[in-house]
Nanobody, 123 residues
Framework: VQLQAFGGGLVQAGGSLRLPCAAS????????MGWFRQAPGKEREFVAR????????YYADSVKGRFTISRDNAKNTVYLQMNSLKPEDTAVYYC?????????????????WGKGTLVTVSS
């Protein structure tokens, strides 16, 4: 199984980035997908999740209204659209696959992690 996130980079506060994560080696539509992030010196935290079909989403309070998670099961890809970025959004972002049905995916319930992509937001 391989999950590969792309699209990180340096952006000014108020800007936008879109992170795709391509999955292979698994039946993508059978998994709930999520995004997590880890800032320097902090624990990895939940950001967003999306259900198998994409019909249900859930967000951490810190990103609600600014970030949007989506998926394309035909392309085995999950996306995180990040708007109105803030310096506190600076982190390495990871995509994840799980079978957990909790609104907030526990870190311990992630079955597969992708390699992270660094997002840096300058003030």
């Amino acid at each position: 199984v391989q999950l590969q996130a792309f699209g990180g980079g340096l952006v000014q506060a108020g800007g936008s980035l879109r992170l795709p994560c391509a999955a292979s080696g698994l039946t993508f539509r059978d998994y709930i997908m999520g995004w997590f992030r880890q800032a320097p010196g902090k624990e990895r935290e939940f950001v967003a999740r999306i259900s198998w079909s994409g019909g249900s989403t859930y967000y951490a309070d810190s990103v609600k209204g600014r970030f949007t998670i989506s998926r394309d099961n035909a392309k085995n890809t999950v996306y995180l659209q990040m708007n109105s970025l803030k310096p506190e959004d600076t982190a390495v972002y990871y995509c994840a696959a799980t079978s957990a049905v909790h609104p907030i995916i526990p870190v311990g319930d992630v079955l597969y992690w992708g390699k992270g992509t660094l997002v840096t937001v300058s003030s």
